[in-house]
């Protein structure tokens, strides 16, 4: 069965850094496609970066020089250091997997991802 639990978020001043964690069980994330998406309040939920098992990595622009996504094979995590946050960075944090290989030509489609978090709250105070 294939779960996936979010960690790491929580409140920093602008500026700051944050590190999330995506903990993963019930299958191996190196033989996966795997994200981080966000949903602010009254907002659609918007990707933040991806990867798949071939180490492609995608950025949404809004984010890119700042986050950065990887994995931890030994630990079967998937982790995203942001960095230099602002407030409008302030949302709650999904990791979503599905069990793939390549991200297809939208990176991005969230309908491609079948497996979901439950979230991370994630605040950032100017």
């Known amino acids: 069965q294939v779960q996936l639990v979010e960690s790491g978020g929580g409140s920093v001043e602008a500026g700051g850094p944050l590190r999330l964690s995506c903990a993963a069980s019930?299958?191996?994330?190196?033989?996966?496609?795997m994200g981080w998406f966000r949903q602010a309040p009254g907002k659609e939920r918007e990707a933040v970066a991806d990867m798949d098992s071939y180490n492609r990595r995608f950025y949404a622009e809004t984010v890119k020089g700042r986050f950065t996504i990887s994995q931890d094979n030994a630990k079967n995590t998937l982790d995203l250091q942001m960095n230099s946050l602002k407030p409008e960075d302030t949302a709650m944090y999904y990791c979503?997997?599905?069990?793939?290989?390549?991200?297809?030509?939208?990176?991005?489609?969230?309908?491609?991802?079948?497996?979901w978090g439950q979230g991370t709250q994630v605040t950032v105070s100017s």
């Open positions: 019930g299958y191996s994330v190196s033989r996966s496609c």
């Open positions: 979503a997997a599905d069990l793939r290989h390549g991200l297809g030509q939208d990176p991005f489609a969230q309908t491609s991802f079948r497996y």
